[in-house]
């Protein structure tokens, strides 16, 4: 067996195989691995002992990218730019006025130290974008919050392909109104990312999360 993979910075998806020769054939199998959504689809070419190996690469790759070009809504997770989430929530949120808010979201990556708050960072810029007042938490004091963002965050290594490293991250918040006491939203959100730093793959997870959930959470914030 004679293995060989694909691989490159930031890769939505990871192709690896081997070649095999039995009962005078030889059979060339490739599995492409969406970094990203776990899924797998495996495709194969064969031929005589006696042909040459570059025409069935060939033949091979054809096969390949026209598994790529039918399931690649399964392969690769659908991504939405920054300013089009942005754009999308005020939408929702129209004209309603926004309360003033403080985020505090502890974080942690199992296995190293501790990052900067990703998912509290991406959070406090989905509600400055979108017109909430912030609180600073470690400047300012509660009393100044109409509602406070509370959550955790956590993520920790669950692949190595190749010299790529995804990594998955879960964050869970919840928002309280500061003087009633009363929880106005519960949630949580999952969050695999690839990148070829373990740090920085666990940092864009904690953001990718975080910002969903902002999607959902903070239309329940306002009075329409």
Known sequence: MFPFEERGAGAKLLVSGSVLQADKKTYLIAKIIGT???????????GKTSDEIGPLVGKLADQIADAIQKQADQLVA???APADRVAA????????????????????H??????DPAAETEVAQFCKETGFTLID???GSKG???????????????ARHGNLVSVKARVE???????????LAVDRQ???????????????????????????????LVKQ
């Open 173 to 183: 918040i919840k928002a309280v109104e500061r003087k009633t006491g009363k929880v």
């Open 78 to 80: 659908k991504t939405t």
């Open 190 to 220: 999952t969050a695999l990312v690839v990148d070829l730093s373990e740090q920085i793959a666990g940092k864009s997870a904690l953001q990718e999360a975080a910002a969903q959930l902002a999607e959902r959470i903070l239309p329940r």
């Open 36 to 46: 990203e959504t776990s899924r797998v689809v495996g495709v194969s070419v064969d």
């Open 110 to 115: 199992i296995g190293t130290a501790r990052f």
């Open 137 to 139: 938490p470690e400047e």
């Open 89 to 108: 929530l005020n939408q929702k949120l129209k004209k309603a006025a926004r309360p003033t808010v403080m985020i505090q979201i502890a974080e942690r």
């Open 144 to 158: 100044q919050a109409d509602i406070l963002i509370k959550g955790e965050g956590i993520s920790e290594l669950a």
